[in-house]
């Protein structure tokens, strides 16, 4: 009996993917563990694997079309079967809780003898929601999905006769297209600069001590992790036991109250060639600098891999954006919803100062606090800073927690 390749759960917060790819086509033979498709979700995109040797005998589910997680999107065909066992298969994955992603036009049950004959309009859920936002009927335009269904192609198709003007022309300009993961991005930093009173606060810190222990720390976690410390694992450590020090800041604004969290998970926001990302840290507060190292390692290998899972990416609760790599003096972050402060760690420069009555060139580094005011208040805010300033430049009493 064929079988069901369906659109997996990645997380516990997954209802829908869209499969941006097929990297097998209809009639392939294909082997356990082989690439099938590449699907999206809001922030990552996933490979998924065949679950054992056969051929890809039916698609269902085309590229570009987004279907509810457990949906139907294409059949494997046994050794031995053929594409003769589909010819009752349906031409529509079915969602989950529904019996077809369609909607059926006011009309009777049974219709009168010269009543008008039922319509149908088949559509994706994708095809659907684009319309809606473009304000445009969907039952005007022609479908070139399975069975004639209206997919997202076709709804841009119609976006661009409907907006074109022909006068206007240019060959230098190109428009590309929102990726799922683009439009969370500006949807989740609208937000935050909407939904949250967001406000910011910002210190100068000598950098001598966390660069000395990174030389100190270098060889021996490599020895025993294979992994190479970085300023930013320190900057992590250090800062998740600053928030320790200060739980408001690992809070969340809810409707009922102000939402004190236990564990420190860090994001650690990270640029990828498609946008901005935010994978976390598990109870970073918990974990030593080799640790949090061997953790940040995997992390970006899975980004480069395009190997997240959206568990990947949920549930951190404070995030660090560090872009010394970058060569910049200052910079502010805007808070990841929904946690109550991020963190935006600028590069280490050697620079003149006043220490002990005398001008010394030391190693100094920026930080910007940037908090929601509606659950941090400046005073707390200014005491978080000043914990973390004293643990940077005296890093022991951060490991000695």
Not at 267 to 286: E, F, H, S, T
Request: proline content about 5%; glycine content about 8%.
């Amino acid at each position: 009996m064929p079988v069901d390749i369906v659109m997996p759960k990645l997380g516990l917060t997954m209802t829908e993917g869209l499969i941006v790819e097929w990297k097998k086509k209809e009639g392939d033979e294909v082997r356990k563990g082989d690439i099938l498709f590449i699907l999206e979700t809001e922030k990552v995109t996933y490979e998924v694997e065949a679950p054992e040797d056969g051929v890809l005998g039916k698609i269902i589910v085309q590229e570009q079309e987004t279907v509810p997680v457990g949906a139907l999107v294409a059949y494997l065909l046994k050794p031995g079967e053929s594409a003769a066992d589909l010819t009752d298969a349906p031409a529509v994955a079915p969602a989950p809780e529904k019996t077809a992603i369609e909607i059926k036009a006011e009309t009777p049950a049974v219709p009168a003898a010269d009543a008008p004959v039922d319509k149908r309009i088949r559509a994706t859920p994708l095809a659907r929601k684009i319309a809606g936002e473009y304000g445009i009927d969907i039952s005007t335009i022609a479908g070139t999905g399975p069975s004639g269904r209206v997919v997202r192609e076709d709804i841009e198709k119609s976006k661009e006769v409907i907006t074109q003007e022909p006068s206007e022309t240019s060959s230098g300009e190109k428009l590309v297209k929102f990726t799922g993961m683009r439009r969370a991005i500006a949807k989740n930093m609208l937000t935050s600069k909407t939904a949250a009173a967001l406000a910011y606060m910002g210190n100068s810190v000598d950098a001598t001590k966390i660069q000395e222990l990174r030389e100190t720390l270098l060889p021996y976690v490599e020895k025993k992790h294979g992994v190479r410390v970085t300023i930013t694992d320190i900057m992590m450590k250090i800062t998740g036991a600053a928030i320790c020090e200060h739980p408001v800041i690992n809070t969340r604004w809810t409707d009922e109250g102000i939402l004190f969290l236990e564990d420190v998970h860090m994001g650690m926001a990270m640029a990828l060639d498609n946008g901005l990302i935010v994978p976390v840290i598990r109870n970073i507060n918990k974990k030593g600098i080799g640790r949090i190292a061997m953790d940040r390692v995997e992390l970006i290998a899975k980004g480069r891999e395009s190997r997240y899972t959206p568990d990947d990416i949920k549930g951190g609760t404070f995030t660090l954006s560090a872009m010394g790599m970058f060569g910049l003096e200052n910079f502010s972050a805007i808070v990841n919803q929904p946690e109550s402060a991020i963190l935006a760690v600028a590069a280490i420069m050697d620079k003149p100062v006043a220490l002990n009555g005398e001008v010394v060139i030391r190693p100094m580094m920026n930080f910007t606090l940037t908090y929601d005011h509606r659950t941090i208040d400046g005073a707390e805010a200014g005491k978080f800073c000043r914990t973390l300033k004293e643990m940077i430049e005296n890093p022991m009493l951060a490991l000695a927690q």
